[in-house]
Each structure stands twice: as structure tokens, then as C-alpha cells.
């Protein structure tokens, strides 16, 4: 996933990117926001204190390619008709490069021929190679997202037995796997590499710190380039998530806060420049997994099979839940915590 990451964000020009750019009607392809240094937090802090630093973020959004059609429930069970929901900028398709300009919607990457080409043979060949890239590029992301989607309802079946529910309990939130991933790309702060050999320590904030209106998210960042820190409420400070080759770092979001009633709560995180590695890019892949459009976010308890699961095992239960809060690196709580006033009775088309 990194590899495809670099070859997206390292190998487009400005050109060939604007031609998958994301829009007001589509909000999915490429873009490029600016960091904390132009207004990502509306306040400063000790650490964040210049308005002027040059922090382009790079992005490429996805989404299940099936998208108009796993959101036409919501849309029809509030009246609205098909011809206007359509149009909506989360209802369009997947932007995905192309090494053929399509004239009709200008889509895709521009063709690039070699300056050494002679002949309309060499032009074919290498048009055939960046043909392949491109759809290399496309097959992986998307087995990499069926496989996310896999992997995060494993998790959240081990949640809902961790509570005394039953495994599949939850599943019917995510029948239609319509989640999004976003890969992301922080070039290094060409501005503070200068001011770090004054101040070696300081840490400079990429992405203030937020939650994640998600279930769960399931975060891959490339090789000894980390970046992310958690909040620890505890100790009141923040501290770096561990970066392990190979693994995923799950954050829990808003939506399994509300559905566990606080026993597994939104992870408060932000994104900084580490010193040690300011001159290296970091990419990032962001998988998100959220509920059907359709769905209304109700506590666990409510669910009628409540009185049935009370019966289980409550040693196997802690067992369980001991396990997932070590692996998700979040206090093990004896109780459920009330964070109620902190929802409303909503869908997630709603937010």
C-alpha cells in the first residue's frame, strides 16, 4: 500500500493529479489541503506558533465502487428522489488514474511519451507499461479495502462478545461495506528543517487533534516514519503511538463509543512532525469503517437479545475484553462509562 501511495503522490505531476482532483459534486480522487500552519486549528499553542509553515498535505479518497446504489435506502426512506440524491458528492464513483485522457470527462492521467521514443512502436510499449501500472494500482487498493473491510468486522465481532453480546449482533450495520479509505501523503516542512537546528525537540502539529466519526479505523503508515501521537487522559499528555512494521494501528471512533456506551471510547489523536524524521515523507493509509447510511446508531443494550447474553460467561467475557483493550492499547474499565449526552439519536447520513 505504501508503494502504491508513492507512486500516486511522488510520480503525478500537478497536471495529471488535477485530472482526478476531488470537487464539490465529487468529493472522491485527489487533493491537497494545508495543514495546521494555514488554519488547521483555529489556536496556537507552545508548539504551534508560526501561521507561515509550507504544509501542503497530499490526499486520495475512495470508497466502495458501488456507492449511488448502497445509499439509495437512505435516500428513498426520506423522499428524495433519485435524480436529485444522485447528484450528491458522496453518491458519485471512484476517481481513479488513467494513462489515457477520456475526452469526455477529461478524467484520468495524461499520457507521458519518452523523449527517446523514435517510433510508434516505442510509444505503444510504453503506453502498455503505464496501462499495467495503472491497473495495478487500482486492483491493489481495492483488494486492500475488501480486506480492511474484512478485518474490521472481525474486530468489531470480538467487541460484541467482549460485552456479552452475540458475534454477529453488529454485523447487520456493515452488510453493505460502504467505507472509505484515504491515503495521505506529508512531505517533509521545508520551512522548519533551518529552525530544528536551533530547537532540535521541537514538535510542529501537521493535524490538530480530532476523533474519528468512524467505527473503527485501521491505520497503515510507511516504515520508521511515524508521526501519530494519542491522547492520554490519564496522564493528561500526549504520547506517540507505537509505529510496528507490518501492523495496523486501530483507532476507535465515535460510532463504537456510542454502540458500547463509552466501554470502548473515541480515540483523541493528532498528527505532528517528529524531529528525528522531519526530512523524510510520511504516507499514511486511512481505512474507515462505518455503518450503513440507513442506520441508526442505538446502544448494544437496546438490542432485545440483551436479556439472553447476560446469561454468558463473564470470565470468558473479561477475557476477551482484556484482550481487545491490550491490543487497541485502551484502559480496561470494570464498568460502562456514560458518554450518552455526548450523542443523539442519529444516522450516519445525517452528520
Not at 517533509?188 to 493535524?207: A, C, G, N, T, V
Not at 511515524?226 to 504520547?239: A, H, K, P
Amino acid at each position: 500500500m505504501v508503494e502504491q501511495s508513492k507512486w500516486l503522490f511522488q510520480q503525478a505531476t500537478i497536471d495529471m493529479k488535477s485530472q482526478i482532483a476531488s470537487s464539490y459534486h465529487n468529493r472522491r480522487g485527489y487533493y491537497k489541503f494545508e495543514g495546521i500552519g494555514y488554519g488547521e486549528s483555529n489556536h496556537h499553542d507552545d508548539y504551534n506558533n508560526n501561521n507561515q509553515d509550507d504544509d501542503s498535505i497530499e490526499a486520495f479518497l475512495i470508497g466502495n465502487e458501488r456507492a449511488s446504489q448502497l445509499k439509495s435506502e437512505y435516500f428513498q426512506a426520506r423522499g428524495i428522489p433519485k435524480k436529485v440524491w444522485s447528484q450528491y458528492s458522496d453518491c458519485q464513483f471512484n476517481q481513479w488514474p488513467s494513462s489515457t485522457i477520456n475526452n469526455n470527462n477529461n478524467s484520468g492521467f495524461q499520457r507521458v511519451h519518452s523523449k527517446n521514443s523514435i517510433n510508434n512502436n516505442d510509444n505503444d510499449q510504453q503506453s502498455t507499461l503505464m496501462n499495467n501500472r495503472d491497473q495495478l494500482f487500482k486492483s491493489t487498493i481495492l483488494k486492500y479495502f475488501d480486506q480492511c473491510s474484512s478485518i474490521s468486522l472481525s474486530i468489531v465481532q470480538l467487541i460484541s462478545m467482549s460485552l456479552g453480546y452475540k458475534k454477529n449482533d453488529l454485523d447487520h450495520l456493515f452488510s453493505k461495506n460502504d467505507h472509505t479509505l484515504e491515503l495521505k501523503h506529508y512531505p517533509p516542512l521545508k520551512s522548519i528543517l533551518s529552525q530544528q537546528e536551533q530547537q532540535p525537540q521541537r514538535q510542529y502539529i501537521r493535524m490538530n487533534e480530532h476523533k474519528d466519526l468512524s467505527c473503527l479505523t485501521l491505520l497503515l503508515q510507511n516504515k520508521r516514519v511515524d508521526g501519530l501521537e494519542l491522547y492520554d487522559n490519564d496522564s493528561n499528555t500526549w504520547i506517540p503511538a507505537p509505529l510496528i512494521d507490518d501492523c495496523f494501528l486501530v483507532n476507535t471512533g465515535d460510532i463504537i463509543e456510542k454502540l458500547t456506551e463509552g466501554v470502548f471510547p473515541s480515540t483523541l489523536h493528532r498528527v505532528v512532525n517528529n524531529p528525528s524524521t522531519s526530512t523524510q515523507s510520511r504516507y499514511s493509509a486511512a481505512f474507515f469503517y462505518v455503518p450503513n447510511w440507513e442506520k441508526s446508531i442505538d446502544p448494544l443494550s437496546s438490542l432485545s437479545t440483551n436479556n439472553n447474553n447476560n446469561n454468558n460467561n463473564n470470565e470468558n467475557q473479561d477475557n476477551i475484553k482484556k484482550k481487545i483493550h491490550s491490543v487497541l492499547g485502551l484502559p480496561i474499565t470494570s464498568s460502562p462509562i456514560d458518554h450518552s449526552e455526548r450523542f443523539t439519536k442519529k444516522t450516519l447520513g445525517q452528520r
